[in-house]
């Protein structure tokens, strides 16, 4: 048995420096330490908790989709690689707002996200852009949050060009979804 001036902040029983354990406040003793251990709740992942062991495969399966859209629409177009933009699937999946609005074609909404033109610049800083915030996201939302924002972002930013663009200016690219992935990034990191 020592002397000491210290007690525990718990149970307020004197302990000596050898078994005393620090606390966020002063210090506990042993029998304290192993109490609150016994009864703290496990941790739980949280939506802002990035779970590492999910592979981002909706992030892959985006970036094959648009790899695999853009060379088919190539093979399609007499003039190949270096104008994509005339071939039948394109025509078909391009958003028109005219042909949206009058001829109830609300699919190309959404179609619209995966064919592109001949900016192959461009083209590939969005998939860049996917494929840098795309596993990240993914991870921290799971995979069918990080598609509906993907595809909510797609929807938006095509809603948005068929009501204040030209109605004969055809549209197509991933923009929107890229835009709408950001704003989720910003919302995590903002929170």
């Given at each position: 048995?020592?002397?000491?001036?210290?007690?525990?902040?718990?149970?307020?029983?004197?302990i000596?420096s050898?078994?005393?354990?620090?606390?966020?406040?002063?210090?506990?003793?042993?029998?304290?330490?192993?109490l609150?251990?016994?009864?703290?709740r496990?941790?739980?992942?949280?939506?802002?908790?990035?779970?590492?062991?999910?592979?981002?495969?909706?992030?892959?399966?985006?970036?094959?989709?648009?790899?695999?859209?853009?060379?088919?629409?190539?093979?399609?177009s007499?003039?190949?690689?270096?104008?994509?933009?005339?071939?039948?699937?394109?025509?078909?999946?391009?958003?028109?707002?005219?042909?949206?609005?009058?001829?109830?074609?609300?699919?190309?909404?959404?179609t619209?996200?995966?064919?592109?033109?001949?900016?192959?610049?461009?083209?590939?800083?969005?998939?860049?852009?996917l494929?840098?915030?795309?596993?990240?996201?993914?991870?921290?939302?799971?995979?069918?949050?990080?598609?509906?924002?993907?595809?909510?972002?797609?929807?938006?930013?095509?809603?948005?060009?068929?009501?204040?663009?030209?109605?004969?200016s055809?549209?197509?690219?991933?923009?929107?979804?890229?835009?709408?992935?950001?704003?989720?990034?910003?919302?995590?990191?903002r929170?």
């Open positions: 048995m020592r002397e000491t001036l210290i007690r525990c902040v718990r149970c307020n029983r004197p000596c050898d078994c005393m354990r620090p606390a966020s406040v002063g210090f506990q003793c042993p029998d304290d330490v192993k609150g251990r016994a009864t703290q496990p941790l739980r992942t949280s939506v802002g908790a990035v779970r590492r062991g999910n592979r981002p495969y909706v992030t892959g399966v985006l970036v094959a989709l648009n790899a695999a859209v853009y060379v088919v629409t190539a093979v399609q007499v003039y190949g690689f270096n104008r994509p933009s005339r071939s039948a699937l394109f025509e078909q999946w391009q958003m028109l707002p005219a042909a949206v609005g009058t001829s109830g074609e609300y699919y190309r909404l959404l619209a996200t995966f064919p592109a033109r001949q900016r192959a610049a461009h083209r590939d800083r969005i998939m860049l852009a494929i840098i915030i795309g596993p990240y996201l993914e991870r921290l939302l799971g995979w069918w949050r990080y598609l509906s924002v993907y595809l909510l972002g797609a929807l938006g930013g095509s809603v948005a060009i068929y009501l204040f663009r030209a109605r004969f055809p549209v197509v690219g991933a923009s929107g979804a890229i835009f709408g992935l950001f704003a989720a990034a910003l919302v995590f990191v929170s």
